[in-house]
């Protein structure tokens, strides 16, 4: 269902060694699955994070250590000859109280905290007002994205096609509750907050699809709330955002033009855009392009002829809860609407 | 103590059996005012919602063993994590341990009869059944709040959640709170004026410092709880707009009332257990604790700087970046107290002679634990890197590794450690061991896999996760591990259980433990000590002259206070002798007056004003015979 990176990740297999010699096995988990992990990153930013995830796992794992020492020697001489129950050695364990617990950790909490909260924490914030070529809003619903691209169009859902190595000014915010924007390979998340517009960098170094999904818990289908950052080489980009700008194509072939006719007298229009048709609605996603997009009702499922005639039968099936109703189409009707769709390149 | 009498003894000891009887059979548990027998219904009902949230939480790893999981709708799903939430949080580990350790044990470890308010506590202890009840009802009814435990607006506005489900959440929280915050005060003035003569405060031991910090931070903290509950309520019921941004409200104002108190909860839950694993570590290292004064001063400090720090669970709302770094240097400080007292307790048993009974086991597993969960606590005040695993599985392990791992351990532990006291039993030791290396593995191999999940990009409250991401494997195992950890908590309940019916007598102080409440009988008579105790150091227990001092003066009469229910009151600091209290005698308006609060908040939830307002009236009746105290018997 979900395609791997079109390119393997560069760094990985570094990580990889790194990770054998801390986490035994899990590391190995980590690395080998790339697609939503933080550390199979793609940007300078998520990168930052993941080299300051093994510095931080690397020196937890030394303090951890040192503590277990303390009791295993604590467990070799229990048997030491009785004490009076009031205590040997005073000075010496106070020493170790003041060393372990206040020495040690004032310095570590001062270089981590400069580090990430002083250094780091410039490298993911947003970008500056007006330094980014490219400004994408994303709106977040029950259960999926809207996509805008600067000046209102082109719209799309749940899959955001952005320039390769090029800042990118994302604003998320929200038709309804809260959401989060997450997609771990590239940068930290952003809560999309009712009456706020919050911004955060969208940059990736290579080309590739990453996934990303809704991280605040946002109701009953908030774990299908998925979506996709496609990095793309510029002409490419700029090949999508003129042709995803252009208005929807007309239906070729009967079945087709039947089906575009099913779509407008039937509730779809109420709910649905299509560029270049009466259909206005704006309660689920634009259809101007949905054959063009690889997936589903937020990354749920793949979009072939027979997942798409799926849904339009009934959606509350796939998703349960999902704010589009099934209306009850005969397979027939939904063949033709499929007929339709699909032809929305 | 009691049994070692010689006939002048006996005499004391016969008159104040008679002065402090209680009432026999189920009347004697409904109208009972003895703190002990409160702290053993409180610990009944807290181990009944531990197991209810036990099954949600076995519920919720069924569903997630594999990836597109039926076990659960996404609707029943959702109900199920929100109860799991609020029942281990609030219906379990504070009723726990400041309810059944703490109104069990705090009375007896400084040497007072019972405490301040006896009848207030025996109210405290109704109210949280009746709380409890109340959100319970929701889920029976399957209506359970369902925006999980922080239950975040707009998802918990009447707009996106028009049924009743979180009326439930919002009412039960506020009643649920009033019984916490009464408890809380019940135990400070008892920590501060029912002390034994001589207890001075460098003398109280750290178990009750841990209780009175916590006492504190929930005073302090549950208003805020209340008041964000009561503002819900007035959105959801009366049309207001305090959270609502098209009105001019702010979702954001429900985040910060919400975690201005939950963040202080952290350490209100964490904070018990570390005065359990202060009682557990001395007595089995046979050493008095390693710095004990600055110990004590580390568990004010953390309760006192929780306060200041609730703006690290809400570093991606998109605050300036200013403000999450104070928040976030803040947070990091924290670390120097908590990592004060857990060197303070390594450094304990190193250089004691350590006896790894079944109580230690736990202490060493939580220690282990509280490690694992600090280091993981303090990369997330690495904002950077908070904001990348946030809301994802690596928070879940790190909390559950902080407040399962690190509270729930010295819990179990503190289970075996008074239960001899308790009963007069002792538990068997080798089934204890068995259930500690069960639980110990079960929740290591169920949380700690859920860091690497959390990396890989697993979202937390997902009902389902698709097969392609490589999350399957992991959560399989957690499942599992689950099941173990389930059957290691079985094995304690059932110990503890046959012990109880089969166990050899315990006999006062098996352990040699270090505080008071080893001097008396096991169980403890209903006026604790027959003669209030002698205290001249920390350590009562190990001042043997004290001890026998004591036995001396009961044969004279001496500091018996026999006439009537009667504790000696004493001065803040110095515990020195201040007054004779007298005690208010058992009564039934305790759980008259829950019954009628229940009725106010039943009435609140269906949005029948002026009825809760009759039901007000009727509390207020109930109190004039609440106060109008009867002949003692
Ligand atoms: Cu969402």
Redesign the interface.
Known sequence: ??KPPLHRPRRSSKVRYGAAAI?VG??L??S??S?????SNASPQ?H??TV??WW?LGV?AL??LG??V??V???V????P??P??????I???G??LV???GI??GV?VA??G????Y??R???APAPRTTALTIHVIGH?WWWEVRYDGGHPVTANEIHIPVRTRVNLVATTA???H?F?V?QLN????M????R??ILLYADRTGKY?G????????????M?MFVIAQPQSAFRAWLAHTSRRSSSPTTPQARAGKQLFLTSQCASCHFIAGTPAQGTIGPDLTHVASRSTLAAATIPNTPRELADWIHNPQAIK??VRMPDLGLSWRQVDRIVAYLEELK | MATVINPRGQQYVDLLDRVWGERRGLVGWLTTTDHKRIGIMYFFTALAFFGAGGVEALLIRTQLFGPHGHVL???AY?QVFTMHGITMIFLFVIPMTTGAFGNYLLPLMIGARDMAFPRMNALSYWIYLASGIFIYIALAQGHAPN??WFD?V??ASKT?NPSINIDFYGWGLIFNGISSTAASINFIVTIFKLRAPGMSLNRMPLFCYAFLAVSFALLFALPSLSVACLFLELDRQLGFHFYD??HGG???LWQNLFWIFGHPEVYIIILPAFGIATSIIPAF????M??FP?VALAEILVAFLGFGVWVHHMF???YA?VT??YF??AS??I??PS??????W???????????KTPMLFI?GF??FF??GG??G??L?????D??????YYVIAHFHFVIFGAAVFPILGGMYFWFPKVTGKLYHEGVGKLSFWATFVGTLVTFF?M??LG????????????????FS??NALETVAAYVLAAGLLMIVLNLAISYFKGPAAGNDPFEG?TLEWSTGSPPPPYNYAVIPTVTSP?PM?DKQDRELDNKRLERGEGVLALGHRTPGTTVQDARLDEILNMPPHSIWPPVTALGLAGIFAMLLLGHLFIAAGFAAVIALTLIGWHHHGVQP
């Open positions: 269902m979900v986490v899990g590391a988990l980590l080998g699955c697609k939503q992990s933080i550390i998520a930052g994070i300051l995830w931080m937890a303090v951890f503590a277990v303390l009791l020697i604590g467990y001489t229990r048997r030491r009785g004490l129950f009031l205590g040997q050695r005073e010496a364990a106070q170790l109280v372990f617990g206040i950790p004032l909490l981590l905290f580090v990430s909260d002083i780091l924490i490298q993911t914030a029950q309804d509750v809260i989060s997450w771990p930290r998340k952003i809560d907050i009712p009456g706020q919050n911004r996934r999904q809704c991280s605040q818990f946002c109701g009953l289908q908030h774990a299908n998925g349960p809860g | 709708s996404p609707a959702d925006a999980g975040y707009p998802l996106y941004a098209s702010n979702p954001l290292s046979h050493r008095k390693v710095f600055l991606t709302v998109g970046t999450t770094i976030a240097a990091l400080i670390v120097i990592a004060i007292q857990l060197f303070a390594i450094t304990t048993i190193m250089t004691g002679t350590p006896q790894f060493i220690i282990v490690i694992i280091l993981s303090v990369t005040a690495a904002i950077p890197f904001q990348q695993v946030h809301d994802s896999p860091h690497i990396l890989m990009g697993m979202v937390r409250r997902n009902y389902t996760y698709p097969p392609g991401l490589g494997t992991l270090d350590y190990w």
